[in-house]
Each structure stands twice: as structure tokens, then as C-alpha cells.
């Protein structure tokens, strides 16, 4: 399946090492994560979070981005972080097609 980071920040104010409401969000997303992951059929190979800088990448394994959206909505990620939804590959998608390129462009001349 496709690679896609969900990023995500949050104000100071909103931050769950700040805010009860924030932090029991984050609670209850950590005992339903399993659950709602199984029913989007959304795979996490790593999930990052950078307390200073108020954000986090997840990196899932997902067939498409609309399904990674709901998913984020149904576990209410989105109830206190600003999301943004990225497709991913890997560094060696970007070397294999710059080679690819390099190739063509060889052909031409």
C-alpha cells in the first residue's frame, strides 16, 4: 500500500502537556488507536511527536489519503492539531527515478 505522513501541530495553548481537555483527548485516542486503526485499515510504521515544536508525523501505511482522513476524524485527532496529509516514498523511490531520468535524457542525445 502507499506511504503517507499525517502531520499534525497544535497551539501552546491547546498542547495535552498544558491543556486537561487536550491531554484527555490524547488518552482516549491511545486506547481506541487499535480499533479505529483496524477499521480504516491504516497501518502505522511510526509515530513521532516533538513536544518544543508543538507537532507530530505519523508515517501509515493506508490505501489512500481520504481513508487516512476519516480515520483522523473518527479517532478525533483533529479535535485540538491543524492536519495535513502527505504522500511519502522512500529515499530509494527518489533515486530509482532519478536514474530513470537520467536514462531517458542519455537516450535523447
Given amino acids: 500500500m502507499p506511504l503517507y505522513g ?3 501541530e497544535h497551539t501552546v ?3 495535552p502537556l498544558y491543556n486537561e481537555k487536550s491531554r ?3 488518552l482516549s485516542i ?4 487499535d480499533d479505529v486503526s483496524k477499521k480504516h485499515s491504516v497501518r502505522f510504521l511510526g509515530m513521532y511527536h516533538s513536544a518544543l515544536e508543538h ?3 505519523w508515517v501509515a501505511d493506508v490505501e489512500d ?3 487516512l482522513q476519516r480515520f483522523a476524524i473518527d ?3 483533529a479535535s485540538f492539531n491543524t492536519l495535513k496529509i502527505v504522500p511519502l516514498g522512500t529515499f530509494n523511490d527518489l533515486v530509482a527515478a532519478c536514474k530513470r531520468i537520467e536514462s531517458q535524457s542519455n537516450e535523447q542525445f
Fill in 6 to 8: 499525517l502531520f499534525g
Fill in 13 to 15: 495553548e491547546s498542547c
Fill in 24 to 26: 484527555r483527548a490524547v
Fill in 30 to 33: 491511545n486506547e481506541r488507536l
Fill in 55 to 57: 507537532a507530530f508525523v
Fill in 65 to 67: 489519503a481520504h481513508r
Fill in 75 to 77: 479517532l478525533d485527532v
